[in-house]
């Protein structure tokens, strides 16, 4: 079992940058798959972005490619979201979570595929 905990989410004006985090306790973080979700107020839980048990596979939602960038560092136990040119549309709930398997190289979009997940950080852009 794992447990999650974000951070970095706050208050940031259109066209700004914040970079979360989301540190795992225990061990054998590497045999994850760690993915991030957002959720706006009245809107479903959607994907993000994934990244692989070893980060050499990832995966971003159209809305965010170009702007927003995964990385994990396993060393740390550690998973980043990078968030550049942030839009007012960008404002929810970011939450990571954390999916075991056994494959390297697999990431997941769905978030019924997680078993594991943070209690969110809240992200608001301003315009």
């Known amino acids: 079992q794992v447990q999650l905990v974000e951070s970095g989410g706050g208050l940031v004006q259109a066209g700004g940058s914040l970079r979360l985090s989301c540190t795992a306790s225990?061990?054998?973080?590497?045999?994850?798959?760690m993915g991030w979700f957002r959720q706006a107020p009245g809107k479903e839980r959607e994907f993000v972005a994934a990244?692989?048990?070893?980060?050499?596979?990832?995966n971003y939602a159209d809305s965010v490619k170009g702007r927003f960038t995964i990385s994990r560092d396993n060393a740390k136990n550690t998973v980043y979201l990078q968030m550049n040119s942030l839009k007012p549309e960008d404002t929810a709930v970011y939450y990571c979570?954390?999916?075991?398997?056994?494959?390297?190289?697999?990431?997941?979009?769905?978030?019924?595929?997680?078993?594991?997940w943070g209690q969110g950080t809240q992200v608001t852009v301003s315009s």
């Open positions: 979570a954390a999916h075991p398997t056994y494959y390297m190289g697999a990431y997941y979009n769905e978030p019924a595929l997680y078993d594991y």
């Open positions: 225990g061990r054998s973080f590497s045999n994850y798959a």
């Open positions: 990244v692989s048990r070893s980060g050499g596979f990832i």
